[in-house]
């Protein structure tokens, strides 16, 4: 059951209004059973890996609290963080170890050993065991205590809007909100329902119209020159932005619409001006969680500067596989790493350039040239991303430096691709707009709450539009290539 | 309670908004295929004693309009492109709940086909189901004509298969006009027939499927005391189809339908009177149609017709007549235009120019047009063009068309 599928919007307004109908002291239990049987819907057996998840977490930490002043605490921390990754490690990762190995062993000239299983990823295994994960962490460190109540627990790990994918919420900030049941809030609702509507507008309206070009320009893209290259691989960033961006903007809406706030995801990733500041404000959760949870044990910047570029180094490029059991994500995540690396070296040697006179004059200029940088270095990167292998990656790169097609620009050949030109300028009006609401955000201006200040009339015409506006622009139904959230795959 | 009534005013007022703009929105972005074709049953359901169903066959023959003013039956015509015998048998379900016929006339070329729906054409009966009010009847026929829940939901609620049209809306979509056919689709072409190099052989028992949707048509039809009439229209290729080799009378008399034959029949010209492989063009529809007007007459099948709105049927026909004129600079050709020319509603002044031998399909149009009243034809062009083709309204007033053409060998 995806969000932006009829079964959700069944399924979401009936737990909704069952949660609000029945006693305080029993809706955790009506969302544990609404959570396990959304996320069941996919295959009944994923319940089995949840609960073995569920379980390893929750008996992990009872014994980690209980080994809190013997010596043995560390060793149950590594016994339950070993199980608990055991299943992703599995599910995830048997294919693409196998398939290295065999790899080395026919560059070596002989025949490879292992024929590779047909595994089945099921559906947000990553985003539920870091979680879990963070949780078994967070009892042996201290700063939370063990959860005794075990559906209270397992709704932690299975609370159905950040299921799927994300955001990887911290044990202190959901947990302890699990534990009280707010009465219903009309304001709080009608902020959640905003949000929903525009992560709607992302993943539907933006995300899914670029998916037709992306994927077109991708399934080929010998036949395609240079431009439809340049074009996807911009294209593709923001398509993933939107995407992920809008699910988990729809997760947060529905989540508060049930009285509970999730953590803040994304925070306008479009306009950074250095690859490091992307990452602070792409994927927080997972990047906060990679900090707290292995940069800092690795030694953060503590250990002198040249470990702590290897640090970010290593982080990176365990984030890359994260996103993917395939080499792509990990030259993905390395990229990125060297970038970060890069960029470091480059403003620690900057930094010692004494500033010149009228350099003030100079910092938009030289702020919007960090962000084309940004932007060019972040689509180079995801090229390794998209592609469906290292070979057709360097291939596309190669194809893109020799660009010399650029005449399909103008000639209407770009529109060939899916989008004709109607669908093209409204998907550039689009992202035009999605710049406009990051800055605003930026600015710290939330629209929403702009919306939520004018009269009831203009509120309730504007709310409506914007629904009619999803169901018009989007791309669903029929004639629509059901594509799933790509952070499905993950 | 105070503290309830805002938020109550906000999400009513929100849903009532929504609704509205939905409710303008859902049939503007919609296919006008079915509203052209179905706007006018659907308005007076009420009005029709005879329904012809089926496949395109029937839809390129029957032409109902012409069908009231020759022989005062009233009619309509409720076939589709591709329909097979399922897809038929839940047409005339569904039209069943709005109206009250005394005779069906159902085309039988799809019962060589066994398949419910036709690999690819998935599609055609929404042609049908757009402009059908959800009914317990609508919902029983999706389910059982479509396999998948997508394609299902897209015929049950069509703006999740519609919404994408958002960026070719035309003028039409905004005022949207219905056919003017009486369901029928006017076929203007021509289409040069080989001689049959075989004939008909009859070797086999007709398809599981499509028989035993025809019994379900005649136990509906028995039902409601309905006379059912299955045909088989004519059509060019017919003796290279598979429709040649089945033995239609063997299940049509175990059924108990009456079935006629037309194939073989001179009704019609095969040789000028096809609009292309497998429908009749204007003349040959208009002959065929005029052959069921006497049949339902003779035969006493609408003996005692309810009494018609006859200012409605006669605004009908105006609207008709202004529809067929739009036609024809729709024609491809000169054949095109030639292929209505037993239509009484017009005049056809054609002149020949001076030393032309007609050849091929149009010499043949031409000597069966000698014996119309309607047409006119002079050898004395002196223009360049072989023919100059003008029509006018047979009541009278100037020429609405105006064309000549110069005829290579390839448009013969």
Known sequence: ???????????????????????????????????????????????????????????????????????????????????????????????????????????????????????????????????????????????????????????????????????????????????????????????????????????????????????????????????????????????????????????????????????????????????????????????????????????????????????????????????????????????????????????????????????????????????????????????????????????????????????????????????????FVFLLIMIAMLMLVDLFNNKGIRLRTLLAGKPLPLRSLLTAAAAVFILLFGIWGSTYDAAEFIYFQF | MKKYLYPITETLLTLMIFALIMSALIPLVENKQSYTKYKAFYDTPEEYDVLFCGDSHMMNTAYTMELWKNHGIRAYNIANSAESMPVTYYVIKNALDHCDPKVIVIDTFFTYNNRIMTAGKEMLPHQYFDMLPLSKNKIEAVNCLFDSRETRFGYLFDFSLYHSRWNELERGDFFPEYNGFGGAEPLLASYTVKPPSGKMSKKHDMAKRPEEYLGKIKSLCDEKGIKLICVMNPYAMWFENKTGNVDFEKTFSKLGIEFIDLRESDLVDIYADSGDVAHLNMTGARKITDFYGKYLTEHSYVPDPAPCDEALWNKNYEYYIEKKKAVFPMAADCAGVLSDLNDPDFIFDLTLRKGYVPEGTIALMLDNARSFDNVNISAEGEADDDILVRIRPASGGDYFFEKSYRLSPSSL
């Open chain 1, 1 to 423: 059951m995806v969000f932006n599928s009829l079964s959700f919007l069944i399924f979401f307004p009936t737990v909704v209004l069952v949660y609000y109908l029945i006693p305080c002291r029993v809706r955790y239990l009506w969302l544990l059973f609404a959570s396990w049987f959304f996320y069941m819907s996919w295959n009944i057996s994923y319940g089995l890996l949840l609960l073995f998840s569920t379980a390893t977490a929750y008996f992990g930490a009872l014994l980690l609290s209980r080994a809190k002043n013997s010596g043995s605490g560390k060793r149950i921390l590594i016994i339950s963080l070993l199980a608990e990754f055991c299943p992703l490690v599995f599910f995830k990762y048997t294919g693409f170890i196998l398939d290295s190995i065999n790899h080395v062993f026919e560059v070596a000239g002989s025949y490879a050993p292992f024929a590779l299983p047909d595994i089945l990823l099921p559906i947000g295994i990553s985003f539920y065991t870091f979680q879990a994960a963070g949780y078994i962490i967070d009892v042996y460190r201290g700063t939370v205590e063990a959860e005794r109540n075990f559906f209270r627990f397992a709704l932690f790990v299975a609370f159905f809007p950040q299921l799927v994918a994300g955001p990887i919420e911290r044990t202190k900030n959901l947990l302890s909100q699990l534990d009280c049941t707010a009465r219903f809030d009309f304001e709080k609702a009608r902020d959640g329902l905003y949000l929903m509507l525009w992560g709607y507008i992302m993943k539907v309206v933006i995300a899914d119209r670029i998916a037709i070009f992306v994927n077109c320009v991708y399934e080929s893209p010998l036949k395609y020159g240079g431009v439809y290259l340049i074009t996807a691989a911009m294209l593709f960033s923001i398509q993933i932005y939107c995407d992920f961006a809008g699910y988990s903007t729809i997760a947060k809406g529905a989540a508060k619409i049930l009285g509970i706030n999730l953590m803040d995801n994304f925070n306008s990733p479009t306009l950074s001006i250095s690859v490091s500041e992307y990452w602070r404000r792409w994927h927080i959760s997972l990047t906060s969680w990679f900090r707290d949870y292995l940069y800092i044990p690795l030694g953060g910047n503590r250990k002198g500067p040249k470990r702590k570029l290897l640090n970010k180094f290593v982080v990176f490029t365990i984030s890359g596989l994260w996103h993917g059991a395939d080499w792509t994500y990990v030259m993905w995540g390395s990229l990125n790493g060297i970038f970060i690396i890069l960029e470091d070296i480059a403003s620690s040697a900057l930094g010692r350039i004494p500033a010149f006179p009228g350099s003030k004059h100079l910092k938009l200029p030289i702020k919007l040239i960090k962000w084309l940088l940004t932007c060019i270095l972040v689509d180079i990167a995801y090229i390794f991303f998209r592609a469906v292998n290292m070979g057709s990656a360097f291939l596309i790169i190669e194809s893109i430096l020799k660009t010399s097609n650029w005449k399909e620009l103008t000639n209407g050949g770009i529109f060939s691709c899916g989008l004709d030109v109607k669908n």
